[in-house]
């Protein structure tokens, strides 16, 4: 074997790995020197991936894309794999129903995006554009809603069916939508602190945090034979695997069973792998709590502060790469619909998210209303990266509410994939999705009202001023 640098293969993870390493530890030394940096409230991980952007359009660094890509789509499944182990606090244990709310919460905010975006492009298209694809507007909640793999799929259908650039239109609003999680996020984030709102999000973070919750009573030791560490990223390589295993069986079955069902199912399936993965975690720290309750397992496998400390390594790599890899050229052309959708998305998400969530997240309301607000422009992965500016240890449902809310709304969200494809075949079929997404729109509001009478984590929602500061160990 070449162990030489003319072997690209070989060294190509490494020199990717260390130019985001690199970005992490000069924006922390910029954030630790410059104090207008410390007060824009720009996380790290955004900061370097920002850097990398600069850079790599600059022509100073070469990024590989597909890498970059990767390094997303697994760092989304594998944090969250981390944070399902940890071992629960029946303290802080989320409400029975806060799932179904919170995937009510994030398919209402697909249809009110959807309305919107159907307004514009039907708008233009009778208006300033007559050649407007009409059902162009349903782009917009699959791009910032969904991301960039729905962005792409639907897009290209869009295409196919007479939308020119329909691909890149797509996937430029999802990177947009990126761009306005991680922007206007922030902007939102300096807003509500400088009005009182909230106690400077992420300041204390490690002053509060006490080690000595490093290990934890009953637990394997530090180091034996094998270290605690290591113990820790095996499980989460493992429910990993089997996540895998399990979403290749599972798209190998329908594929056979119905091939054109596949089309749109398997590439859920694999999109949504890290809710899989959860639930295997889940599942794996209830047999290990079955196999202590019956004296099989004699200690306690997880420990909850090794476990924070992975799922972050994995949401800042993850964060990093993402933002890296956007590609400025996918914002060419029809920039009259794609600036006015843009504007819209972020507009409406935020001041819908606004009206239903304080309904939804009893005690911990900026933390569910920003992590939302980040998923539902972005990805899981910026609205993660909001999140820990505010709970940085993650100590509310907050993050939790993400996986589980996009669970629910897989299958709440059903009839919103029904709608889209539904769209594209006629201009009276386009005003009818219209129609019928404002009134699914308005049956969903009025469920998560109607859910929110029982109070959330927390009971009664807590002053601002107060919702930062520790309540409880660590643990919880």
Request: some cysteine; charged content about 15%; hydrophobic content about 50%.
């Amino acid at each position: 074997m070449d162990y030489s640098a003319a072997n690209t293969a070989l060294w190509n993870v490494i020199e990717q790995l260390g130019l985001i390493a690199g970005a992490i530890l000069l924006a922390n030394f910029l954030r630790a020197k410059l104090g207008f940096v410390r007060k824009s409230l720009m996380p790290i991980a955004v900061m370097a991936g920002f850097l990398l952007l600069i850079l790599k359009y600059a022509g100073l660094v070469k990024l590989d894309a597909a890498f970059m890509e990767m390094l997303v789509y697994h760092g989304i499944a594998l944090g969250f794999i981390a944070m399902s182990l940890r071992v629960a606090d029946r303290s802080t244990a989320a409400e029975k129903l806060t799932g179904l709310k919170s995937g009510a919460v994030i398919v209402s905010t697909y249809l009110i995006q959807g309305v919107a975006g159907l307004i514009i492009s039907l708008g233009l298209a009778y208006t300033v554009m007559p050649g407007m694809f009409k059902a162009a507007g349903l782009l917009l909640p699959m791009g910032f809603g969904q991301g960039p793999g729905q962005a792409n799929n639907v897009g290209s259908s869009y295409e196919a069916l007479g939308f020119a650039g329909g691909r890149s239109f797509g996937l430029s609003i999802a990177a947009a939508g990126y761009l306005c999680a991680c922007v206007v996020g922030v902007i939102l984030l300096n807003l509500l602190s400088r009005g009182g709102k909230l106690s400077a999000p992420g300041a204390g973070a490690d002053e509060r945090h006490e080690e000595s919750f490093f290990q934890d009573r009953n637990e394997i030791p530090i180091s034996d034979s094998v270290d605690k560490l290591s113990v820790q990223i095996a499980m989460v390589l493992l429910v990993y695997l089997a996540a895998y295993l399990l979403t290749k069986w599972l798209t190998a079955g329908i594929a056979a069973l119905s091939p054109g069902l596949a089309g749109t199912v398997n590439t859920l399936l694999w999109g949504f792998n890290f809710i899989l993965g959860s639930a295997l975690a889940i599942l794996l720290r209830a047999l290990l709590e079955w196999g202590k309750r019956k004296k099989i397992i004699m200690r306690q496998y997880q420990n909850n502060y090794l476990l924070n400390r992975i799922s972050g390594f994995f949401f800042d790599i993850m964060i990093v790469a993402g933002i890296a890899s956007i590609n400025i050229e996918d914002l060419s052309g029809l920039w009259l619909p794609f600036g006015l959708m843009a504007a819209a998305g972020g507009i409406v998400t935020w001041y819908h998210l606004k009206f239903v969530c304080r309904a939804v997240y009893g005690g911990y309301y900026y933390e569910g209303l920003i992590s939302m607000y980040g998923m539902l422009t972005g990805t899981i992965s910026s609205g993660v990266l909001l999140l820990r500016e505010l709970d940085p240890e993650l100590r509310t449902p907050a993050a939790s509410n993400l996986v589980s809310g996009s669970s629910f709304g897989i299958i709440l969200g059903a009839p919103v994939l029904a709608l889209v494809g539904l769209a594209p075949k006629s201009a009276l079929l386009c005003w009818l999705t219209l129609a019928l997404a404002a009134l699914y729109l308005a049956l969903l509001v009025l469920t998560i009202f109607r859910l929110g009478r029982k109070r959330g984590w927390g009971g009664r929602a807590q002053p601002p001023s107060d919702r930062l500061r520790p309540t409880a160990s660590p643990r919880g």
